[in-house]
């Protein structure tokens, strides 16, 4: 089984490569721009701002009343904008196909067909239904 690269800022892609997944994060993340609303500071990456945020400032603070409606578990965001870029982004006509064991939405079919290869949930599924392995 070939090992999968995740992206840390966006939960929809997966690669098979290394090398993909910078290519990934230069075409799409290359630009974006993370910024701590306490100190002004800026960072590349969502988790080094949250990182920074619980070094520096001792907590993470979230805005109860901003969640998505359409994800499965509760996420929540820190401002609306940050709420409007993970619709637009996760929940669009782009992400048309759903693994039905997490309900992770994927761009691609061959991806989410990977995505099935692994799917912690699938797997749980199986077991509850069919059992464990004899051993």
Known sequence: MEKMYSCLNCADYEGLS?????N?????HKNKKFECCDCGNVFLTENV???????KHGFLEKDTSIFCIHCPKPKWFDNAEAL???T???HSYHHK????????????VRIRDIHR??????VAE????FGGPDI
């Open 117 to 122: 290869d692994n799917c912690k949930a699938l």
């Open 126 to 129: 199986q077991v509850e239904r």
């Open 88 to 90: 637009k982004g996760k």
């Open 84 to 86: 409007e870029n993970h």
């Open 24 to 28: 990934h994060n230069r075409r799409y």
């Open 97 to 108: 196909f759903v693994c039905g064991s997490c309900w992770n939405w994927f761009r691609y």
């Open 18 to 22: 290394l090398e993909k997944m910078r």
């Open 49 to 55: 701002l949250l990182a920074h945020k619980k070094a």
